[in-house]
């Protein structure tokens, strides 16, 4: 006897039928009877069912389907207008879409550029380097000859560095800059205070003490931890998948110091943390109420996390200026319940 | 939104939560799966037999409430799959038996390539997605990004109902196809070893048959 095996792609292609007949009404009781007989047949026909669903109410195929939304082509036009809520611009936008992003001309000497509330930004500098803006942030780039200077003046950005030896990549924020030759890195202000997070993908980046000298008392308090000779080089070098976090402490005297500490991180994790360059924000087992914060950055709309979810450790990718939708994914993964006050959108068991 | 499973009855359908549940927390690691299945290709076990038994018994567990890491159980799950389909085959290949070991040895690690393509899921998806014919993602993108229903695309898009049904099924059918086979690109030279290990193995039996 010969009993035929269904293939595993007839089975996909019936369970896709199947999605999309439930997805238009209810089923009829005739129909209702064929889907029973049909996931009897074959234990792979349920998984090939479960799989279908899930797949088509995934929330990262919607993820990415707002990614891939361009300005309607003429033809669609016809079907009726799409509302367009982020109208994309330029060639690297079919990338992007979950986080508005806009080319603007390339920057000139001592330019400021300031990124809105979810917002992420592309400058292209004239020398082929990237510099990449993060939510809320500003920066001035000077740009000249002998020296690329960008100060941080809020929020996070990333940079990617045209090799050039002959002109030093320097970021500054306020009690420390960090310099380069030719490499890609990310520098996050973390308060205003001072403390600033240099996270770097590849090459090497030196941490150090902006030009300016500081008032004689801190300066001596500095040269403890900044290895003294004073010159160019007297930072920390960060290389590779490598984090320093700069912090503004006091030392035993009471007198202000910047102190500095290295540490290694995976590839991936650096790679993860750094998705807000695509508009995304990634988590690895972190605890919801991080993941909150983190995406108060990017959003007027601020999610709270009430009670014992707070601690609940969580992972996934998630548009990054859309908080209703990971608060509603969070919602449903965890069986928590949701609602939403204005700007306010509260998880609770 | 979502009416698909809210009013099933089957104990073998799939509820509306379970299906979310699986969303949210084994769709990101399919590509991982996948991609660590075929390397284990050794065991001769189909990854795509494989996926979708798994997919069933996450999908038909009666509670998934104390799985704390999704992603582990779901390789759990997929391993014992391969175990009962060895202990189901009439002949179990020598080498099956042997990589049973190094299989168990991975279970503890995921490797670091797992993380890479569990990053670049979301690529994949995208990329898929972009591929749809026009049509069948226009119909696709009105469903789930702007929430329509088919009744109401069927109307703006002056199709019938049925024509956007169909292009739904077409717009799933095609992204469950693409997104297994993306992992077969990538692993281009596996795959292509093992075709030629299966081209001898079919030659050695129509050998056999012919004598």
């Known amino acids: ?349 | 939104m979502l009416r698909c499973g809210a009013t099933l009855k089957s104990t073998k359908q799939i509820t509306i939560e379970r299906a979310q549940w699986l969303a949210l927390h084994v769709v990101p690691h399919e590509p991982a799966l996948r991609a660590w299945l075929k390397r284990k290709g050794g065991l001769h076990c189909d990854v795509d037999d494989v996926v979708q038994e798994t997919y069933a018994i996450l999908a038909t567990k009666a509670s998934v409430d104390a799985i704390l890491d999704p992603k582990t159980y779901t390789f759990q799950v997929a391993h014992s799959v391969i175990l009962q389909q060895l202990r189901h085959a009439r002949v179990v290949p020598i080498t099956a038996v042997s990589d049973i070991g190094a299989l168990e040895a991975v279970m503890d690690q995921p490797s670091p390539e797992d993380t890479v393509l569990a990053r670049s899921e979301l690529e994949h998806v995208r990329r898929a997605i972009e591929a749809l014919p026009r049509k069948t993602r226009a119909a696709f993108v009105m469903r789930r990004v702007e929430g329509l229903s088919q009744q109401e695309i069927a109307r703006r898009m002056n199709l019938s109902q049925h024509t956007i049904q169909k292009q739904v099924a077409r717009g799933i059918k095609l992204l469950l196809a693409q997104l297994g086979r993306e992992e077969a690109d990538e692993d281009g030279v596996a795959d292509q070893k093992k075709k030629t290990r299966s081209v001898e193995r079919d030659h050695a039996a129509a050998k056999r048959k012919v004598h």
Request: proline share 6%.
């Open chain 1, 1 to 349: 006897m010969i009993t035929q095996r269904q293939s595993a792609k007839s089975i996909d292609e019936a369970a896709a039928r199947w999605v999309a007949r439930q997805d238009a009404g209810e089923l009829t009781p005739a129909e209702e009877a064929d889907l029973s007989a049909w996931l009897d047949s074959d234990i792979r026909c349920v998984g090939a069912l479960a799989r279908a669903q899930a797949y088509f109410i995934s929330p990262r195929m919607e993820l990415a389907m707002r990614m891939l939304r361009r300005p309607p082509a003429p033809s669609v036009a016809q079907w009726g207008t799409l509302p367009r809520r982020a109208v994309l611009m330029g060639a690297a936008a079919s990338v992007l879409g979950a986080a508005v992003l806009v080319r603007r001309p390339a920057p000139t000497a001592g330019r400021r550029y300031a990124s809105e509330v979810g917002e992420v930004r592309r400058i292209p500098l004239p020398d082929g380097s990237r510099i990449t803006l993060n939510t809320d942030s500003v920066l001035e780039v000077d740009y000249r000859e002998d020296s690329r200077t960008i100060r941080l003046l809020k929020g996070e950005a990333y940079f990617e560095v045209a090799k050039n030896p002959d002109r030093p990549f320097i970021v500054q924020g306020p009690k420390a800059q960090a310099r380069a030759v030719g490499t890609a890195y990310a520098v996050r202000l973390e308060d205003d205070k001072g403390s600033m997070r240099v996270q770097v993908t590849s090459g090497r980046v030196a941490v150090e003490l902006p030009p300016p000298a500081p008032p004689a008392t801190a300066w001596q308090a500095l040269e403890r931890l900044w290895t003294p000779s004073a010159g160019a080089t007297n930072g920390t070098h960060v290389t590779a998948n490598q984090e320093a976090e700069v912090r503004i402490g006091l030392n035993a005297a009471g007198v202000e110091e910047v102190q500095v500490s290295l540490r290694d991180v995976a590839p991936g994790a650096l790679g993860r943390s750094l998705m807000w360059r695509e508009g995304l924000l990634s988590f690895e087992g972190v605890t919801l109420a991080e993941a909150a914060a983190e995406f108060a950055r990017y959003s007027v709309q601020k999610i709270v996390v009430k009670g014992a979810p707070a601690h609940e450790r969580i992972s996934g990718l998630f548009a990054a200026t859309d908080p209703a939708g990971f608060a509603r994914a969070i919602a449903l993964g965890l069986r928590i319940k949701s609602k939403r006050e204005g700007d306010i959108i509260t998880l609770y068991k």
